[in-house]
Each structure stands twice: as C-alpha cells, then as structure tokens.
C-alpha cells in the first residue's frame, strides 16, 4: 500500500539533516518503526534479514520494553549499531563489548 502524501513528507529521507545521518549537535529520537523507514526497509524486508516472521517485526516495533540483543540485532539489520552511554552526573561512560 502506497504512503500517502502527507505521510511520506513527516518522514525525513536519510542524510537528509534530520534523523539518521544528521551532524548536528545531538542524536536523533526515534522509534524502531521511524528508524526501519529511515532506512527504507518495510516490516518484511527487515524481517527477511533477521530471519523471523512480519508479525514478529510488528510486535517489536510496539514493545516497550526489549532484550539489548534483540534491539542490537534490529538495529544491525537497519545498517547500525549500538553504543550505551551512561552517565553518571557529569562523568560519561560507553560500555563496550555490545
């Protein structure tokens, strides 16, 4: 089914400035299902790379709540990867091993 008009332009394309790709000053705040558009994939397309079902896909997108693997392996099929920063006050650190 064909976006419509007024949807497609809430959508920014990637590089575009806004979400993924953009080099401004701080990071882009998406959800799962506004990350997978950005990067041009549908549910079936991303679920054809993580090996599992659309409606596995669709669940996801709706959850809440995830395992740090699951949302890294979403992300790594978008093209991506993870980085956990946690800051502690003013002291900033990134786990690794992700």
């Not at 080099?23 to 549908?42: D, I, S, V, Y």
């Not at 790379?49 to 959850?63: D, G, H, M, Y």
């Amino acid at each position: 089914m064909p976006k419509s008009p007024a949807h497609t332009a809430r959508i920014p394309k990637l590089g575009s400035g806004i979400g993924l790709g953009r080099k401004t000053a701080g990071p882009a705040h998406l959800c799962l299902r506004e990350m997978r558009e950005l990067a041009g994939l549908t549910q079936v397309q991303l679920a054809e790379k993580l090996k599992k079902a659309q409606a596995e896909v669709s669940k996801l997108e709706r959850r809440e709540d995830f395992h740090l693997s699951t949302l890294r392996d979403y992300v790594k099929a978008l093209g991506g990867e993870i980085e956990v920063v946690v800051r502690f006050g003013e002291r900033t650190v990134r786990l690794r091993n992700l």
